[in-house]
């Protein structure tokens, strides 16, 4: 588990940039550093040390020294693929998955990637034929970013590694603020900073004489659901799939934790990976709050028989590391729970270098509440005609609040502009209000609908889910989960973010997925028979903060009231209607979200353009970790 800069040569380039850029992502990589330049290409590489401690130095060549790789990740199927190629004459120098990419793609070139089952982001630079390819996972558990303006050409596995290089020019991409608005994240390759790209989940780049090109190798869809299949049934195949992944992810030369909440996702994964070995579980929580979750947990590892250590948090740890947190999110990301998992993964990273969590579950079998309302949706649509739901919407809209008039209002809406994730946080109205310039508004569900369409034809459900694989689970679960793990320089593996689980998750129907009662009930028939009933059937609560409650905390509130009449604040937003949404807040009217999100952006702004902020700003983004 590393991190990786590049960049195209350019004569203005002062030599020791590299080293810079590498110094910033530091933390993704403190055991060590290597570089590689030549008249064309630099790269850099910070590595973590996980399999083959001794031998796992990066940049990695082939034979001949003529491709040069640099690999954030792990390969779980490396010592299948290595055999492979043994077979067609390769040898091999360590027992490391980098030397299978440099091989691999030797012998395939891109189609290594079908073969691979893991978690990456790698660049090889083929020097004969003077080209960069980069590639990611499957679903972006690993990040990769590049920087295109058409005169140079930077890649990295944070952004904040292209502050270093004297061509990056650094400006905020305005247009982009009200998706985000919208989304709490960016859901396309664009990014807050014009002309730096995500590579997107299942794609590939080729970089060549001053052009570059992607291309999808993997595309997740839903095009072989089995209505045959049966919750009894789909459980079977699960418990195999899940021990098959588990057992996988195990594969280290140093000690494996895991994560452990009090919901299925995570006790099941640290339940199949007690069954291979002692493991030590890490348990978040506040100090006599309503929200913490350190009672299921701390239970549930004594039940198994596991070591539990539980860790704890207040609001001064929260609001003290946020400016700090979004400096190491590169974007700004508005997910309240992205603290404790610093936190949790900080205290984790004393114990272990690597460590298990749950993420992927709630999206691959269906498990997130807001599932269970396309039932209802459903049948409406089928059995009530367009026409007659547009005129139920259109006079609903007419009469006075009553029970059942939001139903009757968005059961005349497409999917694609009534699913909550598209207006997550401020809707289209909220964004003309809050908004200093509302020219800059855009419809939210237009921006995505392409997502949608590649689904059409689906039950609502599967298209929830599929919005969900490809936006929510890259952009928001997974990059917190790296982020935040990886600036304590720990290793988060995602189990049920995996391509057999996927594979076999894109074709339970409908019925194993959800009923009308219960969430990814498949899932949970399969947990019960390995864990106790109440922990497999528990609510699902997400990961809980007193967040809304510490808003109206004077000590912090302050704070808030402080950065809504800021000059950053002044520039983008209404401030009149920042001052609003907290008087709502006090009033009871829950607008958490919608706070945390101006808020964030805010310090996200100051961290990352203080040239536009005050000189008492500046020292507050100095007293933090940056």
Not at 158 to 176: D, M, Q, T, Y
Not at 265 to 283: G, H, M, R, T, W
Not at 532 to 540: D, I, R, S, V, Y
Request: hydrophobic share 35%.
């Amino acid at each position: 588990m590393c991190g990786f800069v590049g960049y195209v040569n350019q004569k203005d380039v002062p030599e020791g940039t590299i080293n810079d850029m590498a110094d910033r992502i530091k933390h993704r990589g403190p055991d060590d550093e290597a570089y590689f330049a030549d008249e064309n290409v630099s790269m850099g590489f910070r590595r973590l040390s996980i399999i083959d401690l001794a031998h796992g130095r990066q940049p990695m060549f082939n034979a001949d020294q003529t491709k040069v790789l640099t690999f954030n990740g792990e390969i779980y199927n490396y010592k299948e693929i290595r055999e492979e190629l043994r077979d067609l004459g390769y040898e091999f120098r360590t027992d490391v998955d980098s030397e299978v990419l440099v091989y691999g793609y030797e012998e395939w070139g891109p189609a290594l990637l079908e073969k691979l089952r893991g978690m990456f982001a790698f660049v090889i630079y083929d020097k004969k034929k003077n080209e960069v390819f980069g590639a990611r996972d499957h679903f972006g558990i690993k990040p990769l970013y590049y920087y295109d303006d058409g005169q140079s050409f930077l890649w990295g596995s944070e952004i904040k590694a292209f502050l270093e290089h004297p061509n990056f020019k650094k400006e905020l991409n305005l247009k982009l603020l009200p998706i985000h608005l919208s989304f709490e994240f960016i859901p396309s390759r664009e990014t807050m900073f014009k002309h730096v790209y995500k590579l997107l989940p299942g794609q590939y780049f080729l970089h060549k004489d001053g052009k570059t090109e992607t291309h999808r190798y993997y595309k997740f869809n839903y095009d072989h659901i089995d209505n045959s299949q049966t919750i009894q049934g789909d459980a079977d195949k699960i418990q195999k799939i899940v021990d098959d992944s588990v057992k996988a992810h195990m594969i280290a030369d140093v000690e494996v934790g895991s994560f452990l909440s009090s919901g299925i996702d995570s006790s099941y994964v640290l339940n199949e990976a007690a069954k291979l070995k002692p493991i030590q579980s890490f348990s978040i929580g506040f100090h006599h709050s309503k929200y913490s979750e350190l009672a299921w947990s701390t239970e549930f590892a004594k039940n198994i028989k596991q070591k539990n250590t539980p860790i704890y948090m207040d609001g001064d740890d929260y609001f003290n590391f946020l400016p700090t947190m979004m400096y190491y999110m590169d974007e700004p990301l508005s997910n309240p729970a992205a603290i404790q998992l610093y936190y949790l993964s900080k205290e984790t990273s004393k114990h272990v270098k690597v460590a298990l969590s749950g993420e992927g579950a709630d999206e691959f079998f269906g498990g997130y509440n807001t599932y269970l309302e396309s039932i209802p949706f459903d049948r409406y649509q089928k059995y009530v005609p367009k026409p007659i739901r547009k005129g139920l919407a259109a006079v609903a809209n007419k009469l006075p609040r009553f029970h059942g008039k939001r139903f009757l209002v968005r059961g005349a809406q497409p999917l694609s502009e009534r699913y909550y994730r598209v207006n997550y946080v401020f809707n289209y109205d909220d964004r003309n209000r809050v908004l200093k310039d509302p020219s800059i508004n855009v419809d939210s569900g237009a921006y995505t609908k392409h997502i949608f369409d590649d689904v059409a034809g689906k039950d609502e459900m599967t298209q929830m889910q599929y919005f969900d694989i490809n936006t929510w689970l890259p952009y928001d679960i997974l990059h917190k989960a790296d982020r935040m793990s990886m600036c304590n320089s720990l290793e988060v593996r995602v189990p049920l973010v995996d391509k057999k689980v996927a594979e076999f998750a894109s074709t339970m129907p409908v019925k194993t997925r959800i009923t009308p009662e219960e969430t990814k009930i498949a899932l949970r028939t399969a947990a019960e028979r390995e864990m106790p009933k109440k922990t497999a059937l528990k609510e699902k609560l997400g990961f809980p903060s007193p967040i809304a409650s510490w808003i109206n905390d004077p000590k912090y509130h302050e704070r808030i009231v402080h950065e809504f009449h800021s000059d950053t604040a002044k520039k983008f937003f209404n401030v009149d209607q920042l001052d609003f949404l907290l008087k709502q807040h006090a009033e009871g009217k829950s607008n958490m979200q919608k706070i945390f999100t101006i808020y964030t952006f805010i310090l996200w702004y100051q961290v990352y353009f203080p040239e536009d902020t005050t000189e008492e700003t500046v020292k507050l983004v100095h007293r933090t970790k940056i």
